[in-house]
């Protein structure tokens, strides 16, 4: 029994290592890579605490060395998926009624992990099996996770704090029930923070989890794995599985005990996944939580006042870090005429000094492979497609090569067409479209912004001129659900940026804030009267 209001330490951001030529956590990070490069890791599922060994594998490989494996991982059956839904479900009593304070401490402890011994682990991982430079692994697997851990502790405290008034004679208060029930998450592959995260967070609040991560981030996720485990997470509260996501998700989403999910990934896929919640809405016992954070088509607009270097800066950066394959990443640009040639110059010197695509052991690669082939073959049919439309030109990168790894170029095209397919269609890779407007049209082309995409993740005004950054302000208030005045469209950092976008990116319930650890409870109101009432007749009866 909690005898005590328990404060959580002072969450704050984790300094992000420099991994500068010389520096310890450089050496360190490089040695751990080379470690588990040459591994062969063999990955089981986690069901209640035990290993599970099915002997039904796939191998894993580096997205840019694709011949190399480094492990292997064992695929769920419907028996183990209904194994660990059992399991799920038998260990939700006890983790329910732990005080919250003992369950914060689980996963500040698992921070702490990360900050310290597991740090040069999760970085390696994910730059070997997700192809992350060291500083996109250090500012997601490390930095980000941390984050977020800290960070929903402190909002778990703030949001148990809140609580009713009382009138005389009466005592209110409401406390914090899990959902009932099991909550499924599921991660995708670029952010290994979010793949911590997603399960992290409904088990915080109390719940039990049943995460299912991408295929292509096994690796790194099993060292999220070990790590809740080293901070001492009780079996049973987050099961992890792979295999084949159909058979999963059906099995998962027919039963009863369903309560919700917390998903990252396709529009597509989180559509079929809500319609299928619907179509079983009367097998639940509790109307499910859905959470979805999904795709983008984020831009970047600048007013004719921008400064072009600082625009030409937010285009490489946020359109080619991690390839292009952030959800955030800007897309689309529109450029001012006056200064559009004085930005894509900029552009184009930025990439003339950045290596060809390679590997991220190599640490002065700025851009490394994308995921796998699937994602390489689609890229490569929109470039060549831009090749051969006449109202499209590539003016900067253009190339692609799979024979070692999957290779794309930095690729800028330009369009004469705000609507050309490569402005409109989500890609996930390192390939920005520009569009030239006329100065005298900023006003119309704030209108083309928010009407040419489904999509309302993120976007970016770049302006020298108030009036201006107001006007787009307003006028693109629905079509992003984080915001950039004079930035890149990218790098939303937990307790400072939540993160989420509307329209078909989502359901904007706000990584990073209390606002999504909310959706993992269902408040109960518990009213107490002191000296109760004992004749039933009202005053104005006489």
């Known amino acids: 029994m909690a005898n005590g209001f328990f404060r959580v330490p002072p969450a704050y951001n984790e300094p992000v290592k420099s991994y500068a030529p010389g520096s310890p956590e450089r050496e360190a990070v490089l040695k751990q890579y080379d470690a588990y490069y040459n591994s062969n890791r063999d990955i089981p599922l986690t069901i ?113 704090q809140e609580q009713p008034e009382s009138s005389e004679g009466i005592w209110n208060r409401v406390e914090y029930r899990p959902l009932e029930g099991f909550v499924y998450a599921v991660t995708p592959f670029n952010f290994t923070a979010i793949a911590g995260n997603l399960p992290a967070s409904a088990a915080m609040m109390g719940n039990v989890v049943i995460w299912k991560p991408s295929d292509h981030q096994v690796f790194s996720a099993q060292v999220i794995v070990d790590i809740f485990e080293e901070a001492g997470l009780p079996a049973g509260v987050i099961n992890c599985i792979y295999g084949d996501p159909a058979m999963i998700t059906d099995i998962l989403l027919a039963h009863p005990e369903f309560s919700g999910i917390h998903y990252t990934g396709s529009t597509e896929v989180f559509k079929g996944i809500w319609k299928k919640i619907g179509d079983n809405i009367n097998t639940y016992k509790t109307y499910p939580r859905i959470v979805g954070e999904t795709g983008g088509k984020d831009f970047i607009i600048a007013h004719p006042t921008a400064n072009p270097r600082q625009v030409a800066t937010a285009i490489t950066r946020g359109a080619f870090e991690l390839q292009g394959q952030k959800c955030s990443a800007a897309s689309r640009v529109y450029l001012p005429k006056s200064i559009a040639d004085d930005v894509l110059e900029g552009v184009k010197k930025d990439l003339k000094s950045i290596n060809k695509p390679g590997s991220p052991a190599d640490l002065s690669n700025f851009v490394t492979a994308v995921i796998h082939e699937g994602a390489f073959d689609k890229l490569a049919g929109y470039i060549d497609r831009a090749k051969s439309d006449e109202d499209a030109e590539i003016i900067a990168g253009g190339g692609y090569d799979k024979s070692v790894g999957y290779f794309v170029e930095p690729t800028v095209i330009l369009t004469t067409d705000p609507h050309y397919v490569t402005m409109e269609t989500e890609l996930f890779g390192p390939v920005v479209t520009v569009y030239v407007y006329e100065d005298a049209d900023w006003d119309t082309t704030l ?96």
């Open 48 to 160: 209640g605490g035990e290993k599970v060994r099915t002997g039904n594998t796939r191998p894993i490989a580096p997205p840019h060395d694709h011949q190399h494996q480094v492990g292997q991982y064992h695929l769920a059956s419907e028996k183990e998926v209904r194994q660990a839904i059992d399991t799920a479900l038998a260990a939700r009593a006890s983790w329910a009624a732990l005080p919250w304070e003992q369950r914060a401490s689980v996963f500040l402890k698992a921070a702490e992990l990360i900050a310290g011994p597991y740090r040069d682990r999760i970085n390696a991982a994910t730059m070997m099996a997700q192809s992350k430079t060291v500083h996109q692994a250090e500012i997601d697997s490390a930095c980000e996770l941390i984050d977020f851990l800290r960070f929903n502790a402190e909002f778990m405290s703030q949001i148990y």
């Open 447 to 542: 209108e083309l912004v928010d009407q040419t995409s489904e999509y309302a993740l993120t976007g970016a005004v770049i302006s020298g001129d108030r009036y201006a950054i107001q006007q787009a302000t307003r006028v693109l208030e629905n079509c992003a659900g984080n915001f950039y005045i004079n930035d890149k469209p990218t790098g939303a950092v937990v307790g400072q940026q939540p993160f989420g976008g509307a329209r078909a990116s989502g359901t904007n319930d706000k990584a990073g804030s209390a606002q999504n650890l909310m959706r993992w409870v269902s408040p109960r109101l518990i009213k107490e009267t002191f000296v109760s009432p004992e004749d039933y007749r009202y005053p104005f009866l006489g």
